[in-house]
């Protein structure tokens, strides 16, 4: 018997992508509310219990409730919002963060899926850190541009619909001007910071896609930049969906196209250098609704239907 997969709030983006990714499998069963019945909480609850899998793709207090409902101890969860990135008793879904890792989301029943931008901070800090190439302590800024499906149905439909009272003209604007934002508990703790890093999000005129960038000023004699490629080399080698840039192809590079990736499940890591050596900018390339979202679902619900 294939096992049986709910998605509640498989209406909304990420919902709809994870759906969408999964259309055409045959191994894994469906299970759905019909349209007519989206707001019986009975059916919902029911769902919840009887399927293998439950995938959240709702707000955060949202999800909270919803895992409240499953009493069933053989329906494993996926969370996709921020309520659980950061409890030690939910397993953080981003396969590739450490060498055990993947084991760790094919054992557990309550996984937490990374949100886009610290899917590619993480990416990029956490293996450096692990090899000592940059202090617990340093003043780590992240700056990053998404593409708007990121900001959900809303976001999207200020971005799309010019008669919408609450349209977006902008073809890029920055947001999130407080420093205060949900991502920045699961980029210190996971990238392994002594203190939230300087965090400044944008949005683009595009539909999927996103950079992450993460500048380094390095100490004299500390380190070289192609230490900080081998780190990540290293720490990557193997991987499917994560390739670091070789540092020769970095440097001819003019620009990088934030699409590129889009519509894809694969993020790109590079490592670029000032010329004397002392400064890095270390950038990670992928789809904020691919790695970034419901591709890394899919990826987290595959590893948990293997146990």
């Known amino acids: 018997m294939a096992p049986r997969i709910f998605i509640d709030g498989e209406h909304g983006t990420t919902g709809l992508q994870i759906r969408q990714r999964m259309a055409g499998r045959r191994d894994v069963e469906l299970l759905s509310i019909p349209e007519a019945e ?5 059916m919902r609850e029911d769902l919840l219990n009887s399927a293998d899998v439950a995938i959240l793709c709702l707000p955060d207090d949202a999800s909270r409730e919803a895992v409240t409902l499953i009493g069933s ?5 996926i969370d996709t919002s921020t309520a659980h990135r950061t409890d030690p008793n939910w397993v953080y879904g981003f396969a590739e963060m450490d060498k055990r890792q993947g084991e760790r989301i094919a054992a557990s029943s309550r996984v937490a899926n990374p949100g886009c931008y610290p899917t590619g901070a993480i990416a990029l800090l956490r293996p450096l850190r692990a090899a000592g190439l940059v202090a617990e302590d340093y003043p780590v800024s992240v700056n990053a541009v998404s593409g708007y499906t990121g900001g959900g149905k809303q976001m999207i439909a200020q971005m799309e619909d010019a008669a919408n009272p609450d349209h977006i003209a902008a073809p890029h604007f920055l947001y999130g001007l407080d420093l205060r934002h949900k991502h920045l508990p699961e980029m210190r703790t996971y990238g392994m910071l002594a203190a939230d890093p300087l965090f400044a999000p944008s949005v683009g005129r595009f539909a999927q896609g996103m950079i992450v960038q993460v500048p380094i000023r ?7 930049p192609a230490d900080f490629h081998a780190a990540l080399a290293e720490h990557y080698a193997g991987q499917d969906l994560v390739t670091v840039v070789d540092a020769k192809e970095a440097a ?9 990736l889009a519509g894809t499940d694969r993020m790109k890591l590079f490592v670029f250098a000032s010329p004397d050596g002392h400064l890095v900018n270390l950038v990670a390339l992928l789809d904020n609704l691919g790695k970034g979202a419901s591709g890394a679902a899919v990826q987290n619900l595959d590893l948990m239907l293997k146990n």
């Open 73 to 77: 101890n053989k329906t494993k969860i």
């Open 218 to 224: 390095i100490e004299d004699g500390k380190a070289t």
């Open 38 to 42: 989206r707001r019986n909480a009975a």
């Open 252 to 260: 001819a590079i003019k620009r990088i196209d934030p699409t590129e």
